[in-house]
T-cell receptor
Framework: RKEVEQDPGPFNVPEGATVAFNCTYS??????FFWYRQDCRKEPKLLMS???SGNEDGRFTAQLNRASQYISLLIRDSKLSDSATYLC???????????FGQGTTLQVKP | DARVTQTPRHKVTEMGQEVTMRCQPI?????VFWYRQTMMQGLELLAY????????DSGMPKDRFSAEMPDATLATLKIQPSEPRDSAVYFC?????????????????FGPGTRLTVT
């Protein structure tokens, strides 16, 4: 079983839709969580860090549920430019080592 | 806008040849990571350094891979001899421990990667 698991998708949604991705992690010692975005043939880029119970940045909301060991990412009013792969990441704060999920692919259609 | 840089961006080589990939971390970041990405395996951590000291290289095939950080501005990843199964994109990332509210988290910033093809 992978340490960080995501539904690979693809999620195909129309512009303006709200879409949510879930991710589970198995290491209860994980303390820090992130969402990265990766476009085709590009490097992963940090989208959001997820602190304590969650946080919001514009159209993006990330939530953390430590009891159930899952993280979610909600995208509201999706744009064509949101089409990408979204990587869920867990980390031990002591080492800084990131464990990446396999990614969830989002395609936003006109 | 500070960025991680990597060279070369693309490398095609024949099996058995040595490959050296270079990375310049963001100035001031004390932690450097090397990752490999393939379609099948996704992103795998190969090795990482803190303050230039190797902390963990358990993800790296020891017989052919080596990672070093000769100074704070340069990290290298070498493969000798290279094999076709090494074909992948190799990313370098750098990070620095954040102060609260991150409470000690490391946000990592990736370079553009080296796309390696071994024939």
């Amino acid at each position: 079983r992978k340490e960080v698991e995501q539904d690979p998708g693809p999620f195909n949604v129309p512009e303006g839709a709200t879409v949510a991705f879930n991710c589970t992690y198995s290491n209860s010692a994980s303390q820090s969580f992130f969402w990265y975005r990766q476009d085709c043939r590009k490097e992963p880029k940090l989208l959001m860090s997820v602190y304590s119970s969650g946080n919001e940045d514009g159209r993006f909301t990330a939530q953390l549920n430590r009891a159930s060991q899952y993280i979610s990412l909600l995208i509201r009013d999706s744009k064509l430019s949101d089409s990408a792969t979204y990587l869920c990441v867990a980390s031990s704060s002591n080492t800084g080592k990131l464990i990446f999920g396999q990614g969830t692919t989002l395609q936003v259609k006109p | 806008d500070a960025r991680v840089t990597q060279t070369p961006r693309h490398k095609v080589t024949e099996m058995g040849q040595e490959v050296t990939m270079r990375c310049q971390p963001i100035l001031g970041h004390n932690t450097v990571f090397w990752y490999r990405q393939t379609m099948m395996q996704g992103l795998e951590l190969l090795a990482y350094f803190r303050n230039r000291a190797p902390l963990d290289d358990s993800g790296m095939p020891k017989d052919r891979f080596s990672a070093e950080m000769p100074d704070a501005t340069l990290a290298t990843l070498k493969i000798q001899p290279s094999e076709p199964r090494d074909s992948a994109v190799y990313f370098c990332a750098s990070g620095q421990r954040r102060q609260p509210p991150g409470q000690g988290t490391y946000e990592q910033y990736f370079g553009p990667g080296t796309r390696l093809t071994v024939t």
